[in-house]
Structure formats: structure tokens, C-alpha cells
């Protein structure tokens, strides 16, 4: 069967030339005899990919020296637990964001570690939006403040993280990371499952600023403690070596194309087609406040639910998949991320134009 554009919102679509390139060097990866998932993950050769993985994502990222890169295992869940068993501890408090239900999981987790306040939500407006935020909505005495940047159920974004002064910001990336520029020294700590824009599910990507690691919670396990990762260079246990392997493929594709800079033009050209159809259907409708709109992940409807169907079906004979919306919120979302092309959107908007002159 030919290759669809699979819009799912995660795990998701992978660059082409990074799966041919690790099926090339599935069987014999440069003349080890062995693939990159046999190998040991103290070996001289896997050495060389993860460190050449941290070096490429400081790169696209233009990560700062004070700041160390952990690939870990757990998924962005994960971290949820991590962040206030590390960072909490200074103050016993902590100030999130809500914008969505990755936030309300974020926060429900803290819970049970300190005393964690929502200083904004979008929750009254079913998160069509990122709310208002500014400084002095921030408790002073927070450890830190948590945003998720991309809401990828909702598709709205915070194009532009809050000003939190000298309280560290902590944020959950993992459906943008890599999509557009952020300044890493404007954030504490940035997290993200790798199964959006970076690699295959199982793999989690931390960057944390030096100064704070090393003041965890006393009931902390060893294996949830940042110090013990940074010690051992993210080899404490075993970490997901193919992950890592196939991350680090996709780090160079994206470097090659220009980098970060180069992919959130293309990743706003691919929105733009999107959006600008939305806004002139008279079928298909948008809810995200138009300031606050994912580029990553672009939600849509149609007047009811038969329709909807309707049209996720008949997309999918066309080889356009995995439209169907979060079962929470219904319609469709298309996650349109780094490597899904921009051919992908135009088939898809093509597609959306036919719909609606046939269902108008
Ligand atoms: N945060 C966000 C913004 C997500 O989109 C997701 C997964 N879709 C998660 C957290 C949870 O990630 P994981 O399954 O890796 O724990």
C-alpha cells in the first residue's frame, strides 16, 4: 500500500528519508553488524549517537550551556510527576496555567506534592484560548510556573510564553517543540514526549537549566531525580536507545532543511492554508480565538456529528487519515506537524474545498 498523510495527533508522521535511513541501517549500522536496537547501550557506538543527539537538539535549539538535555523514558506523563518532585521543594508551592486537559492532568499530579494555585485558566471558554496572563497574576512565592504550550487536543498555543520575572518557567512542549523559535533562556526547564516532532513514543526529552537540579523532595525515587540522570548522562538505566538512534535522524533532517527557523515558516505556511480556508467556508468552522492558533494542530467542525463522520470516512478512502477529533472535544484535528508536507495539507484542503461544495 502507497503511504497515506497520516494527521494523527500522536505518535505521528515521521520525515520519509529519516524511515529510509533507518531502514537502510536496520540489519548493519555502519559496519557494527548489528542494529542500532541490539546494541548495548554502553557501546562506543551508541555513545557516539547520543551524544550526537544532544549536540544537534543544542543546535536546533540553540540551547544554552547552563543547561543540561536528559533523554529519559516515561513520556510526557511522567514529568508531570518529575517537575514537583524536583522543583517544588524550594517553597512548597507552585503556580500552573490551564489551558486544557494535559494542564489539568499536570496539575492534578503536582497536587499531590505541594500546594499548587491555578493563576489563569481557559477553562471557562472550553479552552478555545490561551487566557490573559500577566506578571503579577504569579504568586511570589512559587517554585516555578507551568504552561503547556500546545494544547493538542483544543489546538491553541501560547506563541509567546508568559513573563514570569525571576520565577523559573516550566513547560510542557510536547506537541511544539521544535516547531517554532522559542528562547530556551526564558525557560527553567521544557519537557516533551518525542512522538509529535521528534521520534517515536517511549523517548522523553528534558532540557533543564543547571541551578535547578539538585534540590528534589526527600521522598523522591532515584529514578525520578534529574541529579541521578545528569550524573550518569541519561545512562543511569537503560534509555531508549532506538528512540534516541531515530530522534538524532530526525534532528539531522531537520538541520539540513535549515533548522528550527526554516521548518516554522514552512510549519505557518501549512497552517495559513488551513486556517485561511476555515475562515472563508461556509461549511467548516474553527473555535480557537484566531491570536492563539496552533500551528501544529488545527481543529475544525462541521455542523454535527453525522457530518463529521461523514467526512472523516471519506477522507480516509482518500488517504487522508486520522482526522477524527479527541474524543472529548469531537470534529476533526488535523496534526499537521515538522514532517507531515506541505503537499499533505494541500491534498487536505483540496479535499475540504470538494466536501464542501458537495455537502453545502
Ligand atoms: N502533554 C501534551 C501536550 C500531550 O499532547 C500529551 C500526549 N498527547 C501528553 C502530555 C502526554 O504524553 P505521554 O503520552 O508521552 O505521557
Not at 199 to 227: D, M
Not at 234 to 241: A, K
Not at 269 to 292: I, P, Q, R
Request: aromatic fraction near 10%; proline fraction near 4%.
Amino acid at each position: 500500500m502507497a503511504r497515506v498523510y497520516n494527521f494523527s495527533a500522536g505518535p505521528a508522521v515521521l520525515p520519509e528519508p529519516v524511515l529510509q535511513k533507518a531502514a537502510d541501517e536496520m540489519l548493519d549500522y555502519k559496519g557494527t553488524g548489528m542494529s542500532v536496537m541490539e546494541m548495548s547501550h554502553r557501546s562506543s557506538a551508541f555513545k557516539e549517537i547520543i551524544d550526537s543527539a544532544e549536540d544537534n537538539l543544542r543546535k536546533l535549539m540553540d540551547v544554552p550551556e547552563n543547561y543540561h538535555i536528559l533523554f529519559l523514558q516515561g513520556g510526557a506523563s511522567s514529568q508531570f510527576a518529575m517537575v514537583p518532585l524536583n522543583l517544588i521543594g524550594r517553597t512548597g508551592k507552585a503556580d500552573y496555567i490551564n489551558t486544557g486537559a494535559w494542564s489539568k492532568k499536570a496539575i492534578a499530579e503536582a497536587k499531590r506534592y505541594g500546594e499548587v494555585r491555578v493563576a489563569a485558566s481557559s477553562e471557562e471558554t472550553e479552552f478555545n484560548c490561551i487566557p490573559e496572563i500577566n506578571r503579577e497574576m504569579f504568586d511570589p512565592a512559587a517554585s516555578y510556573v507551568h504552561i503547556t504550550t500546545n494544547n493538542t487536543i483544543y489546538g491553541t498555543v501560547f506563541h509567546t510564553p508568559p513573563e514570569t520575572g525571576a520565577l523559573p518557567l516550566v513547560a510542557d512542549m510536547s506537541s511544539n517543540i521544535l516547531s517554532q523559535v522559542y528562547d530556551v533562556s526564558k525557560f527553567g526547564l521544557l519537557y516533551a514526549g518525542a512522538q509529535k516532532n521528534i521520534g517515536p513514543a517511549g523517548l522523553t526529552v528534558i532540557i533543564v537549566r543547571e541551578g535547578l537540579v539538585g534540590s528534589a523532595l526527600e521522598i523522591t525515587p532515584k529514578i525520578f531525580n534529574y541529579t541521578t540522570h545528569v550524573e550518569a548522562g541519561s545512562l543511569f538505566n537503560t534509555p531508549p536507545t532506538y528512540g534516541i538512534y531515530i530522534a538524532n535522524l530526525v534532528f539531522e533532517w531537520l538541520l539540513d532543511l535549515g533548522g528550527v527557523t526554516a521548518i516554522e515558516e514552512i510549519n505557518r505556511e501549512k497552517a495559513a492554508m488551513l486556517y485561511n480556508f476555515l475562515d472563508n467556508s461556509s461549511l467548516f468552522t474553527g473555535k480557537v480565538a484566531k491570536k492563539d492558533r496552533s500551528i501544529m494542530n488545527v481543529t475544525f467542525y462541521l455542523p454535527d456529528e453525522k457530518l463529521n463522520e461523514q467526512f472523516i470516512k471519506e477522507a480516509s478512502d482518500h488517504g487522508l487519515v486520522m482526522l477524527k477529533g479527541h474524543r472529548s472535544v469531537g470534529g476533526m484535528r488535523a496534526g499537521i506537524y515538522n514532517a507531515m508536507p506541505v503537499d499533505g495539507v494541500r491534498k487536505l484542503v483540496d479535499f475540504m474545498k470538494k466536501f464542501e461544495l458537495q455537502n453545502a
